[in-house]
């Protein structure tokens, strides 16, 4: 506003007896300049009153109205205390004031609400105060999922979009315009909001999580008086996620904020209960909140409440963001991922910003876990954007036919991943023998690994999917076996096409936890095993052999191992929910029939 306080003071003074039916007796004070600025008017016979000055451009009329609207069936449902607004000369809730700088302001009278402010409230009476607050909380959402619906309050949405100020659309402008953010800083933030937003359209907006919410009830916007907790302001209400009212609840606080969550879920559930998710997802919606805030302060840097921000705000706030990202973040698990299609895969899911748990049989997995690194900082993703290389990246030798062994790095992983929600089991093996020549060796090579392989890894990990309630598992098949068959290729053939009646097996018996099993299908991809192949075919001239079974395949090409990985980032993605017990065949439109070229086919 052009106005100074002290400007619109007189401003007050002058027009308060034109616009409302009061005393002529009465002095005007500032009470708290912020969005909104906030008079004090006393008068010598009536009880105190706040004279409310809305900030021009913040709300439209409808939206002021729709408030003071929701504020009254607040008095009628609830036992929740709050200012009554009263009504002007011309039966109005809301006025128009001409200011001395010559704008046009809208303003509205509430009651004045004695008592003591609970912003400064620390050790066992901050918990008990949040207590209370949580149960004061759950009255305000309870009345929201229950109020008549017909009864249309125009309010702003604090939505997905416009929580983190994307695209110049944010309600309070963008976080990244917060003073002091460093580069460092901005790709931790700029992760977060980015699966943030993934988790909350996750979550959804049904009746029992979205709403009408206060959307910053903290202590600095309660007062105590006799015992009896009252709301003060309810500028900022609006349609939005009922836990960000917790996130609201714990905005102003940095430290002990588990205990301090404890106290306010304690209050909540005496008067309506949380869901586990929500329970889950409470600390998202305290960094969502510490986020917005972030932009608050940025526009209003001139503010009462900017001037008192602990310096270490920005700090704790990235510093949570990280271990959110830690804790939340996705961990893949690939097996066979020391090259060709298990590190194309690898390298298209860290492009998702998933954490990557490399499985291989030899010391060259550990060759590419650093290799994937310097991938991951290159492209620009989260594992370079702040928090450890060695948890967002790492190597594990591991042999999958040992089921033991398979046991202790799953353990291993969870240990430093805390999680497991995608499995690919990609390691196999292929070797070319006409079948009465194929040895008994031979054939259990083939089962050890391309099955028993697969088999231990789903049955180690399939738990804490199942405890999760949420999985995505790709096995590697092939076009071999399955669809159609080379000679040479008896075992394996035989174990691919096992490994898609294990795949509906697996479909099948857990989509009631919401794990999915898929199957991939390569045709011929340029992996290092077909380059050796083909040297060893013709030494002279290798390229020629790959050109030779390029033009043998539809689209003229050899696939690539990041074909494939794109192929299993979509079927481990939360979009792929509903796809569960297939066989993808990725193979440029050769299988059938399938030209035998080299006597040699993809292998993982």
Same mark, same amino acid.
């Given at each position: 506003?052009?106005?100074?306080?002290?400007?619109?003071?007189?401003?007050?003074?002058?027009?308060?007896?034109?616009?409302?039916?009061?005393?002529?007796?009465?002095?005007?004070?500032?009470?708290?300049?912020?969005?909104?600025?906030?008079?004090?008017?006393?008068?010598?016979?009536?009880?105190?009153?706040?004279?409310?000055?809305?900030?021009?451009?913040?709300?439209?009329?409808?939206?002021?109205?729709?408030?003071?609207?929701?504020?009254?069936?607040?008095?009628?449902?609830?036992?929740?205390?709050?200012?009554?607004?009263?009504?002007?000369?011309?039966?109005?809730?809301?006025?128009?004031?001409?200011?001395?700088?010559?704008?046009?302001?809208?303003?509205?009278?509430?009651?004045?609400?004695?008592?003591?402010?609970?912003?400064?409230?620390?050790?066992? !009476?901050?918990?008990?105060?949040?207590?209370?607050?949580?149960?004061?909380?759950?009255?305000?959402?309870?009345?929201?999922?229950?109020?008549?619906?017909?009864?249309?309050?125009?309010?702003?949405?604090?939505?997905?979009?416009?929580?983190?100020?994307?695209?110049?659309?944010?309600?309070?402008?963008?976080?990244?315009?917060?003073?002091?953010?460093?580069?460092?800083?901005?790709?931790?933030?700029?992760?977060?909001?980015?699966?943030?937003?993934?988790?909350?359209?996750?979550?959804?907006?049904?009746?029992?999580?979205?709403?009408?919410?206060?959307?910053?009830?903290?202590?600095?916007?309660?007062?105590?008086?006799?015992?009896?907790?009252?709301?003060?302001d309810f500028d900022d209400c609006g349609y939005g996620f009922y836990m960000y009212d917790m996130g609201c609840a714990l905005v102003t606080y940095s430290k002990n904020l588990c205990e301090l969550e404890e106290a306010w879920i304690r209050g909540y559930e005496k008067v309506r209960r949380l869901s586990d998710e929500d329970k889950r997802l409470i600390p998202m919606f305290v960094l969502i909140r510490r986020i917005t805030r972030l932009a608050?302060?940025?526009?209003?840097?001139?503010?009462?409440?900017?001037?008192?921000?602990?310096?270490?705000?920005?700090?704790?706030?990235?510093?949570?963001?990280?271990?959110w990202l830690?804790?939340?973040?996705?961990? !893949?698990?690939?097996?066979? !991922?020391?090259?060709?299609?298990?590190?194309?895969?690898?390298?298209?899911?860290?492009?998702?910003?998933?954490?990557? !748990?490399?499985?291989?049989?030899?010391?060259?997995?550990?060759?590419?876990?650093?290799?994937?690194?310097?991938?991951?900082?290159?492209?620009?993703?989260?594992?370079?954007?702040?928090?450890?290389?060695?948890?967002?990246?790492?190597?594990?030798?591991?042999?999958?036919?040992?089921?033991?062994?398979?046991?202790?790095?799953?353990?291993?992983?969870?240990?430093?991943?805390?999680r497991i929600d995608i499995l690919v089991n990609n390691a196999g093996v292929a070797r070319i023998n006409a079948f009465e020549e194929t040895r008994e060796e031979q054939l259990d090579m083939h089962i050890n690994t391309n099955i028993k392989g697969t088999w231990n890894m789903t049955q180690a990990v399939i738990p804490y999917m199942k405890k999760n309630r949420y999985g995505r598992i790709v096995n590697m098949s092939s076009v071999t076996g399955p669809y159609e068959c080379d000679r040479g290729y008896s075992a394996y053939a035989a174990t691919k096409a096992a490994l898609i009646g294990f795949t509906k097996a697996i479909a099948s018996e857990y989509a009631e936890y919401g794990i999915t099993c898929n199957a991939v299908c390569p045709g011929f991809i340029l992996t290092p095993n077909v380059l050796r192949s083909a040297k060893t075919t013709n030494p002279d001239n290798p390229q020629s052999v790959i050109d030779k079974i390029a033009g043998a395949v539809p689209v003229k090409k050899l696939g690539t191992p990041e074909q494939i990985g794109s192929l299993v980032a979509f079927l481990a993605g939360d979009n792929a929910e509903y796809i569960t017990g297939t066989a993808n065949v990725i193979d440029g439109g050769n299988m059938i029939p399938e030209t035998s070229v080299m006597g040699v086919h993809s292998t993982e």
């Open positions: 506003m052009k106005d100074t306080p002290q400007s619109l003071l007189e401003d007050v003074k002058n027009n308060l007896p034109l616009l409302y039916d009061v005393e002529e007796d009465y002095k005007v004070s500032l009470l708290k300049y912020s969005e909104n600025i906030i008079y004090k008017v006393e008068f010598s016979k009536s009880s105190p009153v706040v004279f409310r000055i809305h900030r021009p451009g913040y709300h439209d009329i409808e939206e002021l109205e729709g408030e003071i609207r929701w504020m009254d069936e607040i008095h009628k449902d609830t036992q929740v205390r709050l200012p009554v607004v009263y009504r002007g000369r011309d039966g109005g809730f809301l006025q128009k004031m001409r200011t001395s700088g010559g704008e046009t302001v809208y303003c509205s009278v509430i009651s004045f609400l004695d008592g003591s402010p609970l912003g400064e409230l620390k050790g066992e !009476a901050l918990l008990d105060g949040l207590e209370k607050l949580g149960e004061i909380t759950a009255r305000l959402h309870i009345q929201s999922i229950n109020r008549d619906k017909s009864v249309k309050i125009k309010r702003f949405c604090w939505d997905i979009n416009n929580l983190f100020g994307d695209n110049g659309d944010g309600i309070w402008g963008s976080w990244r315009d917060y003073e002091g953010i460093t580069g460092h800083d901005y790709r931790i933030l700029e992760k977060c909001t980015e699966n943030i937003k993934k988790e909350l359209n996750h979550y959804g907006r049904s009746n029992d999580r979205y709403g009408l919410i206060h959307a910053d009830l903290h202590f600095y916007n309660v007062i105590s008086y006799e015992g009896n907790d009252q709301i003060i608050w302060l940025s526009g209003h840097a001139d503010s009462d409440t900017a001037k008192t921000v602990e310096p270490e705000y920005l700090k704790v706030t990235v510093d949570l963001a990280r271990e830690e804790t939340n973040t996705k961990v !893949a698990v690939i097996t066979g !991922a020391a090259s060709g299609i298990g590190y194309g895969i690898a390298k298209k899911l860290c492009e998702e910003g998933i954490r990557i !748990a490399l499985i291989g049989r030899s010391d060259d997995i550990y060759d590419a876990q650093n290799r994937l690194i310097e991938y991951a900082k290159a492209a620009g993703t989260a594992y370079s954007s702040g928090y450890s290389d060695s948890i967002g990246i790492k190597a594990y030798k591991c042999d999958i036919t040992s089921k033991y062994i398979v046991i202790d790095t799953v353990e291993r992983i969870i240990k430093d991943y805390g």
